[in-house]
């Protein structure tokens, strides 16, 4: 019996916004490069564009969607078509591009966005002597880009200063490049079919696959994944489409499957915060994505998104742009032939309101780690991460307000006399008994005799001595208070009058009383018992019927 695997991202599914919240009108270049045509930041999305006689490339504000009118702003600084562009990772204002003209220059976004075309670089990186074909940025150090153009060579450019850091020679037209996690190294695909990760700074090849990667003519994409892995796609020698999973290391094969038998290019997208990959292809309306664990296969299926236009190319927002409240993982901005370009947001299904840590985990910020020349003296870094969590923000309508109260039993709560009590009280014989009211010591005898048995049935108790409170006639005058210890004030003291005493316990005497009352009324109902049946015996028998019978 087979188990289903467990995953968080199982049920990530994927559906476009309205189109009042994508952009229309756009015309999208036609080149046949497999290149996406798009770059996205949390700022602007940017869209290369089909023009005459130079080669332009549109950047919109995120926010502007709807339709682009015919006017609006390009960048316009190429002699030849523009075949890639890529946003810098540290600075969302700045972008780079390269063309058929054999150049590649960095531009400068003014805040806000066009008003105007741009025409003028900030910097223009000559050193292909064919077209430019591929631009990617380092991802921790500042300002270190890589381009890759048809005469078969790459270079890494320090664009702060203009300066050409290494240049690296290949066999063939390179067709994918991609940096590692710290940009220490990146892999490429080329059209001879090998394999290879480089070292960025010094340009030598440090592994290489003895066989092709994939054994089809059609070009191959790689990506340089986290944890030592590289994920390609190409084709099989049937035609066959496929996806690989390599050891950075060794560029042994962990994993190879074969997905269909359509005709476009599979290009990669990865996700290294959740090991997510997107595989978008060239003319397909459908977006596969995989999971990549440690546990064969390493790359398992989760699902798919299907739309009825077929994509012309793509753009993907990086995480610092997408909504968490939302639970959303991916955008994807998928550009049609018929000029709109659709937003895709993928989001794991969630029904808390709270901060999802376990999908969000801590993200590449847009500060670099280190600087160009540092970078290239040596020093390796891996990239600043940031919190999602300051993004977050709750839509719960009122907080949860926790109010603390106090525990009553830590109080004493004060006895209260009972209703039967307060019926002895009353009482005119309560009343007699109870007029003088005696200190605590005298009080403590005839509280302990509480719980003690009662006299027996037969036996008549006599009732209590009433206490003298004056001088017998005849005798000397004594004081009324014969006790050695110092006379204690009344309970009802005006607060004008002397200070208690030390040990005066006004609510100690009180409930002495209490239980004093209580003594008499059941020494009181055992009495008047004991006379009931002192006078049922005393009583003449009377049998007048014969059926009367002595109780």
Partial sequence: MAFMRKSKFRHVFGKPLKKDDGYDNIRVTKNSWDSPFCSVNPKYIAIITESAGGGSFLVLPIKQTGRVEMNQPVVDGHKGPVLDI???????????????????????????????????????????????????????????????????????????????????????????????????????????????????????????????????????????????????????????????????????????DEIDQANGVLMPVYDGDVEMIYLIGKGDSIIRYYEITDEAPYVHYLSLYQSRDPTRGFGVMCKRGLNIN????????????????????????????????????DTASDQPAISGEDWFRGVDADPVLVSLKDMFASEMKEPAKVVIKSNILDKKVPATPSRRSEEVASTPQAKTAHSVVRPASEAAPAASGAGAELPPENETTPPPPKPSIGPKPGSKSEPEETVTSPPKPSIGSKPGSKSEPEGFDPQGILEDIRKLKLIVKAHERRIKTLEERVAQYEAPSTDEDGLGETC
């Fill in 86 to 256: 890529a946003f810098c990772p540290h600075n969302d204002d700045v972008i780079a591009s390269c063309s058929e003209d054999c150049t590649v220059k960095v531009w400068q976004i003014p805040e806000g966005g066009l008003t105007r075309n741009l025409t003028e670089p900030v910097v223009e990186l000559v050193s292909h002597i064919k077209r430019a074909c591929i631009v990617t940025w380092h991802p921790s150090a500042q300002n270190i880009l890589l381009s890759a153009g048809a005469d078969s060579k790459i270079c890494i450019w320090n664009v702060g200063t203009g300066e050409l850091y290494v240049e690296i020679n290949l066999p063939d037209l390179i067709y994918s490049a991609s940096f590692s996690y710290n940009g220490n190294r990146f892999v490429c695909t080329c059209k001879d079919k090998i394999l290879r990760v480089i070292d960025s700074r010094t340009g030598k090849v440090i592994k290489e696959t003895k066989e092709p990667c994939h054994q089809g003519s059609k070009p191959a994409q790689a990506l340089y994944l986290k944890h030592d892995k590289v994920f390609t796609t190409g084709f099989s020698r049937m035609s066959e489409r496929q996806y690989a999973l390599w050891d950075a290391n060794t560029l042994e094969q962990m994993s190879l």
């Fill in 326 to 361: 939302n639970c959303e993982i991916m955008r994807i901005y998928k550009l049609l032939n018929t000029g709109t370009v659709e937003v895709i947001p993928f989001t794991v299904p969630r029904k808390s309101e709270l901060f999802q840590d376990d999908i969000y985990p």
